[in-house]
């Protein structure tokens, strides 16, 4: 036997680059480019040292109640974590267990697979249609759960919600989780639907529509059964996961919709904008919902362009998979960011046409 035998065997999820450098234009995982509301930064500079000294609130009951209360749900209905991967990671395992493989789409949120895999779920991955939308009946055949975010990622491509519906029709006896961390931005809610079926969670994330990535505040909204067993599951694993500085700064950000609303508009509206620039420069790219853009040049490889964006400090991502290989996943940021990506790729283009 060697010390080797005991270890867990894994292959880690790959987070995009967070270069030191604060000099980069930073498009490449999906952050907000504009601060959180300030109301978040006076909720912060309140903050004495009991947040520091005590445990936080176990139940994480004022941040649980603030989520409850915007989307109009009890507090029962609300679990939160520390960020959505957090939730997620706290979803496969609490409803995930009959045995049977889940089923997640090929082209999505690479987490699902490690989490799988660590956790020892099956899983199979189902093939999105040539136009990379995910077709419903693929998911009403036999299965141990599913999981997709809507819009999904890296595509930024949305599902009906009546397609959404269908799938938790169809699979009553097993747990469908809709991961809307993109939601905010295009697509709409199956929190409708929560009511309605008692098989459906709905995930969401402070990290992109609340610039808030780094706090790490998730959460998921379900019926009462399904979030009592989250509950149960995360206090036989760690009872404080979120510290009290994330919970306050949380709370401060869910009562300023005004400014949530406002920021969204604009990175909304930085999207399409974007979208016509690229289109004049010879990309194509699916008509995404989200604050990214995955788009393809009718010309260059998705490599050399990510290559060359990277060695004039603009971060992209690019995915080495079948498939995707000539995408650029682009982060929407500032208006000026994207003039700027789109200036450096006119030249870079038209310089290679000479
Ligand atoms: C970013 C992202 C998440 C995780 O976000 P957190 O920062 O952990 O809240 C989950 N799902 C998808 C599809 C994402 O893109």
Redesign the pocket.
């Known amino acids: 036997m060697m010390i080797e035998d005991n270890f867990r065997k894994v292959v880690p999820y790959v987070p995009g680059e967070q270069p030191k450098d604060n000099d980069v234009i930073k498009l490449n995982t999906?952050e907000n480019p504009y601060p959180p509301s300030p109301s978040v930064l006076d909720a912060l500079a309140k903050v004495d040292n009991n947040s520091f000294r005590k445990y936080p609130d176990p139940d994480v009951t004022d941040l649980v109640q603030a989520i409850a209360d915007y989307h109009h749900f009890k507090k029962e209905n609300v679990f939160v974590g520390v960020?959505?991967?957090?939730v997620?990671a706290m979803c496969f395992l609490s409803f995930f267990n009959s045995g049977k493989e889940i089923l997640f789409p090929d082209v999505s949120?690479a987490?699902y697979k490690v989490w799988a895999d660590l956790f020892q779920i099956k899983y199979r991955e189902v093939p999105l249609d040539e136009n990379f939308n995910i077709v419903p009946k693929d998911y009403m055949v036999d299965n141990g759960g599913i999981v997709f975010?809507n819009p999904n990622?890296p595509t930024g491509l949305t599902l009906p919600l009546s397609d959404i519906e269908d799938i938790i029709i169809e699979n009553k006896h097993k747990v469908v989780i809709v991961?809307e961390?993109?939601i905010d931005f295009g697509g709409e809610t199956a929190l409708s639907l929560i009511n309605k079926y008692d098989n459906l969670i709905v995930t969401r994330?402070?990290?992109?529509s609340r610039s808030m990535?780094g706090m790490?505040i998730?959460y998921c909204i379900g019926n009462e059964q399904l979030i009592s067993v989250l509950n149960s599951v995360k206090f036989s694993f760690n009872s404080y996961t979120m510290s009290d500085v994330a919970i306050k700064c949380g709370v401060a950000s869910i009562n300023d919709d005004t400014y949530f609303k406002n920021i969204v508009a604009k990175i909304i509206d930085t999207r399409e904008k974007t979208k016509e620039s690229l289109t004049k420069l010879g990309f194509t790219f699916l008509d995404s919902s989200s604050n990214f853009i995955f788009a393809k040049h009718n010309e260059i490889s998705g490599e050399e362009l990510f290559n060359a964006l990277k060695e004039n400090k603009i971060f992209v991502r690019h995915f080495n998979a079948p498939r995707i290989n000539d995408y650029l996943r682009i982060t929407i940021g500032t208006e000026r960011e994207m003039e700027e990506l789109i200036s450096f790729l006119d030249s870079y283009i038209s310089g290679k046409r000479g």
């Open positions: 999906n960020g959505s991967d957090d997620l949120y987490f975010p990622a991961d961390a993109y994330t402070f990290s992109k990535a790490r998730g």
